[in-house]
């Protein structure tokens, strides 16, 4: 059976795409350095006798089985906290894992899968984002190390089509959320679902009038799949995220309406760069793929709040 390799899939969204392809019945190769996936996000899977897990950092050379028929190239830390605590390495991650990868996919005729970002957008003046939109980053900014390593990834994966012939798909994939982050992922969803569980006050960056849409895992990893399967012609880039759009004000709103409690809202500065507005136009998702979410906000944040309420009973983490 040929091999289906997801570098990154022992993070939040690898380890829920690596549980779709294992239940389709297809043989899964994970390969993550756990800088912020854990070994509990696959435990379940690691005596599957079609999933096998290495520990491999992707900037390091690697050589993947020759059965391979497709990669999905998720390895990339993707809260701002993480991929800011060593941004050279984030660089590094986007740039030469993808130089690896791809290389890889070339030398065994393999198909791959980008995980690439709403982060391409910036601090967007174009509202809501087409894939047509080109963007406006900051290239000096503490996001830069995220935002243009993935934008040079972008730039690798599609110089390989064109010179090398190699079979590529590029999602940009916007704020998505759900089972399995880590509790001090840093990420406005998990932060404030554990806040509001824990009783602490939910933190506010800025007046929390900036925007994001919010996209439900298990929707998004629909989208993979169905990306992946997609005809050789379409290669993308293509966003990927639910269009609803919420302040983070009323994100808060919601998960207290959810959890209940007491929380107070605790207002902290707005971090540099800190995009203004996000939404996404999947009008070319919804053309191309017949994709479009299914899993409202109010929905998903319920079935989030159920994870973390049971992961802070477990003691290691409360
Ligand atoms: P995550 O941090 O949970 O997962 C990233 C995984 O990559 C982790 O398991 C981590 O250990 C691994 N990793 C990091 N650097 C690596 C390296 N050098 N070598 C091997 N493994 C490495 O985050 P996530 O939300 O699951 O994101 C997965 C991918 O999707 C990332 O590439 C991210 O940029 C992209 N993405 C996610 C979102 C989102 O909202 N969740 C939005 C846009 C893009
Ligand atoms: N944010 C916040 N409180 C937090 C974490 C984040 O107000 O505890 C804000 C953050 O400033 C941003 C939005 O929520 O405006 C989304 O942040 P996140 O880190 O989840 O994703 P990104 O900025 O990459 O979209």
């Given amino acids: 059976m040929k091999k289906i390799v997801i570098t990154g899939g022992a993070g939040f969204l690898g380890s829920h795409l690596c549980d779709r392809l294992i239940e389709a019945g ?10 912020t996936g854990r070994r509990e996000n696959i435990a379940h899977l690691l005596d599957h006798p079609r999933f096998e897990f290495r520990e491999h950092d992707v900037v390091r050379p690697l050589a993947l089985p020759p059965d391979t028929a497709e990669i999905y190239n998720l390895a990339c830390p993707a809260s701002p906290v993480y991929y800011q605590a060593d941004p050279i390495h984030t660089m590094q991650t986007s740039v030469q894992g993808a130089l690896n990868l791809l290389a890889e996919a070339e030398r065994l005729g393999a198909k791959i899968f980008q995980a690439s970002t709403s982060e391409i957008y910036g601090d967007p003046d174009v509202h809501p984002q087409p894939e047509s939109y080109r963007g406006s980053v900051n290239p000096i900014g503490p996001r830069a190390c995220y935002d243009e390593g993935k934008r040079c990834a972008e730039t690798l994966f599609f110089d390989y089509r064109r010179g090398r012939g190699v079979a590529i798909k590029v999602a940009r994939i916007f704020n998505t959320y759900g089972p399995r982050m880590h509790p001090q992922d840093g990420r406005v969803v998990s932060n404030f679902i554990v806040q509001a569980l824990k009783g602490q006050p939910l933190t506010i960056y800025g007046d929390g009038r900036q925007t994001r849409s919010f996209c439900y895992c298990d929707d998004l990893v629909a ?36 959890v209940g409690g007491r929380s107070a809202l605790e207002f902290r500065p707005l971090p540099q760069d800190d995009p203004r507005q996000r939404r996404p136009d999947i009008s070319l998702a919804g053309r191309e ?26 003691e290691e983490y409360s």
């Fill in 289 to 314: 793929l017949g994709w479009r979410p299914a899993v409202d906000l109010a929905e998903g944040l319920e079935r989030t709040v159920a994870y973390f309420d049971d992961l802070l009973r477990r």
């Fill in 26 to 35: 297809r043989a899964v190769l994970c390969l993550d350095n756990l800088f």
């Fill in 223 to 258: 989208g993979f799949l169905l990306l992946m399967d997609s005809p050789d012609t379409f290669s993308g880039p293509v966003n990927l995220g639910n269009p609803g759009e919420f302040t983070v004000l009323e994100l808060a709103q919601k998960v207290l309406e959810i």
